[in-house]
């Protein structure tokens, strides 16, 4: 429970879950957690609860995340949200992916009236649209828009913030805005040639893979989720799949679950690799090594120079890093800090300078790219603000 970063009521839900009350234990879940389904599916379990059991010291941990996908699995296909008293207050949450589906839930069994804004035409976000289906079976993410529908919670799809409307319009017409928009602009490598026509954005790629012809064999830089996303569902279209990245398995921040199943399904990996530049029918990489400071004992990775050498490819699909678009903003920017990110408090606030004071954040667009049940604990913290704010 502890180790969990939405401090999952683990002991009571087992408790349960052993009297066979398993709709009164998903019940619980979903309060504490609305993407308890979900997050149970694509959560980095060994980070979090596996790692944190107490069984884990005799190499047998109990595996919680499966018990949980089977108590909140089969209950979302048939979760209603109850009827509750209107606060008189509204909010608008600009974006719908996990930090958004959560905080319209919330907030909507707190008596606000909810609108929920997005680009994309369905709700889900990242779920929908950067998860591939062989990790995240899409009509879980597809049951809140009946949930929202039956409630009344109402989803803006295909209208973009900053476009279409702007922050401070839905700051004028609504008593709270929420900006849940996440990291959404993949960080470009710095190199020379990375604007060649065979370098594929990996969060388009995996918004549509279909849309993309890859040829005989693609390499992946990175070593990220997304890159194993990316590498697996490459892997899955029947190409050669290579993974480069410039450090160890050890170093990679993907679940170490997945690096194992892009394993399975047939992608290779070569470390201490870096792109250096992206010439016609491939890529020049630089060998790297960690290095130990003999004083602090830090690691550090180092690219060795006169190393270089080219390595043929039909495409290449950078997933280094994302960054939030801060397009959604407009001409109405808050205060951003030095790398990138809009300032605020441990409750989300945003700080504008035009006088706006009732815009809060959450999810990637503060923290950069996390995973989704860090998204879920930060949504909290800024919906349990914006509730007391209301009263």
């Not at 604990?377 to 919906?383: D, G, H, L, P």
Request: glycine share 10%; with cysteine.
């Amino acid at each position: 429970m502890l180790g969990c970063p939405v401090h999952t009521p683990v002991p009571e839900c087992m408790a349960l879950y052993r009297a066979d009350k398993l709709d009164e234990a998903a019940e619980i879940l979903f309060n504490n957690n609305p993407l308890s389904a979900i997050t149970s599916r694509v959560c980095d379990w060994k980070k979090f609860c596996l790692g944190a059991c107490v069984l884990n010291v005799k190499k047998i941990p109990v595996r919680w995340y499966e018990i949980e996908q089977e108590i909140s699995g089969d209950y979302i296909h048939r979760l209603t949200l109850p009827s509750r008293p209107f606060l008189g207050k509204s909010v608008a949450i600009v974006g719908s992916g996990p930090s958004g589906i959560v905080a319209a839930v919330w907030l909507y069994n707190a008596g606000f009236s909810v609108d929920i804004y997005d680009a994309n035409d369905e709700i889900g976000g990242v779920l929908r649209y950067g998860i591939p289906d062989f990790r995240l079976d899409r009509s879980l993410v597809a049951e809140f828009g009946r949930i929202f529908a039956s409630a009344g919670i109402v989803f803006h799809g295909g209208c973009e913030i900053g476009k279409d409307l702007t922050v401070k319009e839905l700051s004028d017409s609504h008593d709270f805005v929420f900006i849940a928009t996440g990291a959404e602009k993949s960080l470009q490598m710095g190199i020379p040639g990375e604007d060649s026509a065979m370098v594929i954005d990996a969060l388009k790629f995996l918004k549509n893979p279909s849309l993309f012809d890859l040829g005989k064999k693609v390499i992946i830089i990175g070593g990220g989720n997304v890159a194993m996303d990316s590498c697996r569902t490459a892997a899955r279209m029947g190409v050669e799949t290579w993974v480069y990245y410039r450090k160890t398995f050890e170093n990679m921040p993907a679940n170490p679950f997945e690096i194992e199943e892009a394993q399975r399904d047939g992608v290779k990996f070569e470390l201490f690799e870096a792109p250096v530049e992206v010439k016609d029918g491939g890529v020049v990489f630089r060998k790297c090594q960690n290095e130990t400071d003999p004083e602090t004992g830090k690691v550090s990775t180092k690219i060795i120079e006169g190393t270089d050498h080219f390595v043929p490819c039909d495409t290449l699909i950078p997933a280094i890093s994302e960054r939030p678009n801060l397009s959604v903003f407009g001409d109405t920017m808050p205060v951003i800090n030095k790398w990138g990110y809009p300032v605020s408090g441990e409750n989300g606030l945003l700080t504008f300078s035009e006088g706006i004071s009732n815009v809060y954040a959450a999810g990637d667009l503060l923290l950069g790219p996390r995973t989704v049940v860090e998204a879920v604990a930060s949504a909290r913290k800024a919906v349990d603000t914006i509730i007391g704010a209301a009263k």
